[in-house]
DNA sequence: GTTAACTTGCTGGCTGACAAGCAAGTTTCT
DNA sequence: AGAAACTTGCTTGTCAGCCAGCAAGTTAAC
C-alpha cells in the first residue's frame, strides 16, 4: 500500500491516492464553478485525467464524492482560522489592530479561494442536506467564533456581538466573489482592478472598526 | 381526461393571462427554492395546476420562462427602489437619518421577498448568461446607486463610495436569507426569533453610519 | 526466479429514470 | 367555424449506477 516504491519508471504509474485526489480536484472546480447537478461524473473523470467511471469506483456515489470535496473543504478553513487565531494572539495587539488584521487576512483567504465560498453558498441555496451530517462545519464556525471573541477581548455577556461582527465580516468578503461579475460591475466597481481589494478591504475595516468602538464605551481611540 | 365534465361550469375557465400569472408565481418559487436545473417544467405545471406542457405552451422554452421569471422580479426590486428614494427625498431629513431609513426599507423588502434574493444569488453563481441579456438588471442597481447618492448627499468627486456603501448594504442584508439555516445557525444566531431582524438591523445601521460619518469631516453627530 | 493464484486500479457497455421539446390531439371561448 | 387554450403521447438526449472485464501489480508456491 505504502506508495512509491518508484526505483526508476517514471511512467504513469497507478497511484490511487493520486488519482483520488485529481480527482478531488476536478471535483472542487467543477462543483463550484459550475454547481453539483450541472456537473456529471463523466465531466470529472475528464478533468481529472481518468475514465468515466473512476470517479464512481472510489468514491461509491455521487453524493459521495460531494462530500469529500466539502470536507476537504471546510478541514482547509479550519487550517486559516487557526492560523489567524495564533498569529493574533501572538501579535499581542489591541483589539482594533487585531481586527483590521483579521479582515486582511479573511479577505486574503478567500480571494486566494473563491471555490470554497462558491462551493459553501452554493450548498447553503440547495435544498441538500449534506451540510446537516458534517460536525466539521459546525466546528469550524463555532471555532471561529470563539476565536474572534477572545481576539477582540468581548465578553460573553453580550452573546450575540460577536456573532454579528463576524457574520458580517463573511457577509461583506464574500459577497464580491459571488457577485463580481454582476452587481459589483452594474455599480461601477471593477473587482479585477488592481486596487479594487485594497479599497474594499479598507472599506470593511471601517464599517467593523466603527461598530467595535460603538459597542462599548470603548477607550482606544484610533484615527 | 381528468376534467370532470361541467355542467354548471364552476370549473376551471380558460384564462391565459390567469394561467400565465400562476405558471410565473410557481416557476419563481420552484427556480428560487430549488434551482433551475433541479427544477422540470413538469413541476412548475404541477405546482401551477396546469399540465405538464403548459409551462412550454406560455413560454415556449425553459429558458424563455426563467428569463421571464427574472425580469418580473427586476421589476419588483426597480419599484421598491422607486418608493423608497420617494420616502427618502421627500422626508427632507439628515442623511444619517435617511440612511437608517434605508437600511430598514430594504431590510424589510428582502425579508417580504426571500426569493428574489435566491434568484439573484444563484443566477450571479451559475454560468449562465441570462443576467447579460437583461437591461433591467443593470437599470435597477444603476438606479439604486444614483439614489442612494442623491439620498445621502455624496457629490460625484468619491465616486466609489456610494457604490461601496451601497454594496455593503446589499451584502449584510443578503447574507442571513441565504445562510439563516447554515452559518447563522452555527453561530448561535436564530434568524427565526421574533428579535433578530430587528437586532440585524440595529447591527447594519450601526455599521453603515460610523462609515458614512467616517468619510467625510461630517458635521452632524448622533449617539 | 519463475509461475501461478490472487488483489487492486481502472475502463467501457448497458440500463432504467427522467427531462425538454415537439406534434397531434381535445376542449373551450367567441 | 375557427382560433385560442390547453393536454397527451412520443422522440431524443443525458446521466447515475451497475457490471463484467482487463491490466498492473502482489503474494505465495515450487
Redesign the pocket.
Known amino acids: 500500500m505504502a506508495r512509491a ?1 518508484k526505483p526508476e ?1 517514471r511512467e504513469r ?4 491516492e ?2 483520488r485526489e485529481l480527482i478531488l480536484d476536478a471535483a472542487e472546480h467543477l462543483f463550484a464553478e459550475h454547481g453539483y447537478e450541472e ?5 470529472v ?1 475528464k478533468r481529472a485525467g ?5 470517479p ?3 468514491f ?4 459521495e464524492l460531494h462530500r469529500a470535496v466539502l470536507e476537504r473543504c471546510f478541514a482547509d478553513v479550519r487550517r486559516a482560522v487557526r492560523e489567524g487565531k495564533a498569529r493574533a494572539l501572538a501579535s499581542g495587539q489591541t483589539p482594533d489592530v487585531i481586527l483590521a488584521g483579521a479582515v486582511a487576512d479573511y479577505s486574503d483567504f478567500v480571494a486566494a479561494r473563491p471555490n470554497f465560498v462558491r462551493l459553501i453558498e452554493r450548498e447553503a441555496l440547495s435544498d441538500r442536506t449534506v451540510l446537516e451530517g458534517m460536525p466539521l462545519r459546525l466546528a469550524v464556525w463555532q471555532e471561529a467564533l470563539a476565536a474572534f471573541r477572545q481576539e477582540l477581548g468581548l465578553d460573553i455577556s453580550d452573546t450575540s456581538e460577536a456573532a454579528h461582527l463576524l457574520l458580517s465580516l463573511v457577509a461583506l468578503t464574500w459577497f464580491p466573489i459571488v457577485h463580481g461579475g454582476t452587481f459589483l460591475k452594474a455599480v461601477g466597481l471593477d473587482p479585477q482592478a488592481p486596487d479594487f481589494a485594497e479599497q474594499r478591504r479598507r472599506h470593511i475595516t471601517t464599517l467593523l472598526l466603527g461598530a467595535l468602538r460603538e459597542r462599548a464605551g470603548n477607550t482606544s481611540t484610533w484615527s
Chains 1, 2 share one sequence.
Open positions: 516504491t519508471s504509474v497507478r497511484d490511487a493520486r488519482s456537473t456529471s461524473l463523466s465531466d473523470g481518468v475514465s468515466r467511471a473512476t464512481g469506483y472510489f461509491g456515489s455521487k453524493a
